[in-house]
């Protein structure tokens, strides 16, 4: 499977990985599944490893995600730690839309940096 969504009940954070290319019908598959463990855990912290993605070349679907996750539950109070590999640049444009339609995201390029801040205060941090 091009992904794969755990809930890790010590850390109250849903785990995401993803291993391909992050495009629209992965990205609503995925979101879909991280809304039901939302709304299972009650938690509002995701921590998405993306060192493996390759985000889709096409800027519509990018510009589509973030209302795309709201319609299946996942709000803009849940925070998110984007994970990736390599250069910012390449991810900087989803990190800018999840965040100019106000969401709560974050790029790191490494998961302990990711951990630190979704663990750090409240979810405005």
Request: overall charge neutral; glycine content about 4%; hydrophobic content about 40%.
């Amino acid at each position: 499977m091009p992904y794969s969504v755990e809930y890790d009940e010590k850390t109250n954070c849903i785990y995401v990985s993803v291993d391909g290319e992050l495009n629209l019908s992965l990205f609503d598959s995925m979101a879909a599944e991280v809304a039901r463990c939302l709304s299972e855990c009650g938690c509002r912290r995701i921590l998405n490893d993306l060192r493996k993605a390759r985000l889709t070349k096409s800027v519509a679907d990018v510009y589509s995600m973030p209302e795309r996750a709201m319609k299946v539950g996942i709000t803009r109070a849940v925070k998110r730690a984007l994970v990736i590999s390599g250069a910012i640049s390449k991810f900087h444009f989803l990190e800018t839309v999840f965040i100019n339609q106000g969401n709560i995201v974050r790029l790191f390029n490494s998961i302990e940096e990711a951990r630190l801040w979704l663990f750090d205060g409240d979810a405005d941090s």
